[in-house]
């Protein structure tokens, strides 16, 4: 069972440059999410979907921007990365109406 | 907006020993759900339990206990005879009527030998 699939793990950036954050999720969830993981910051939301073509802003969305062109995949993307954008990612799941959200095991990016 | 508070500072804890892990939750929605997750320190989240606001019974799994108060809006998690594998971040969520599912802060727990 795949789950949730985030790629890649680990990736460094130069300030200003562009890089797409995939997820995939093989359990046909209608909701998928985006959160950042801060250090005494919790997960905070960025761009969740409720459906394929549905999306929509979370708490922090600046600087990143989503599509859902079908139900499996949720890229994020960070158009011009900043050291701001320093963080854990992680992709979440979920089934409507279910009682659990499935992640990703995270991505660590670094902007330097 | 909803809001979720964890305001413990790092806790440690006797291995064997009941902990009790606060969370307390601002929302207006009628209907939402609370969880609990665990962050180990390899990085994974993992879901530990889940209520629903009109469950009527506290949520059990195994060790852990969700004492839900509806009307103090507080869901604190029980984890009871610690072990050290316990040893983690513990994060409180709310998944309110808009499905954004919205975390606390975090706690951090140390479960001592």
């Known amino acids: 069972n795949a789950g949730v699939t985030q790629t890649p793990k680990f990736q460094v950036l130069k300030t200003g440059q562009s890089m797409t954050l995939q997820c995939a999720q093989d359990?046909?969830?209608?909701?998928m999410s985006w959160y950042r993981q801060d250090p005494g910051m919790g997960l905070r939301l960025i761009h969740y979907?409720?459906?394929?073509?549905?999306?929509d802003q979370g708490e922090v969305p600046n600087g990143y921007n989503v599509s859902r062109s079908t139900t499996e995949d949720f890229p994020l993307r960070l158009l011009s990365a900043a050291p701001s954008q320093t963080s854990v990612y992680f992709c979440?799941?979920?089934?409507?109406?279910?009682?659990?959200?499935?992640f990703g095991q995270g991505t660590r990016l670094t902007v330097v | 907006a909803q809001k979720i508070t964890q305001t413990q500072p790092g806790m440690f804890v006797q291995e064997k020993e009941a902990v009790t892990l606060d969370c307390t939750y601002d929302?207006?929605?009628?209907?939402?759900?609370l969880f609990w997750y665990k962050q180990p320190s390899s990085g994974e989240m993992i879901f530990l339990i889940y209520?629903?606001?009109?469950?009527?019974q506290n949520a059990t799994e195994g060790r852990y206990s969700l004492n839900f108060q509806k009307a103090r809006k507080s869901a604190n998690l029980v984890i009871s005879a610690s072990q050290l594998g316990d040893s983690a971040m513990y994060f409180c969520?709310?998944?309110?009527?808009?499905?954004?599912?919205?975390f606390g802060k975090g706690n951090q727990v140390v479960v001592i030998p």
């Open positions: 969520a709310m998944n309110p009527e808009s499905n954004r599912l919205a």
């Open positions: 209520q629903g606001s009109y469950d009527e």
């Open positions: 929302t207006s929605d009628q209907s939402y759900g």
């Open positions: 359990m046909n969830h209608e909701y």
């Open positions: 979440a799941s979920r089934q409507h109406g279910a009682t659990e959200a499935f």
């Open positions: 979907s409720v459906g394929a073509g549905i999306t």
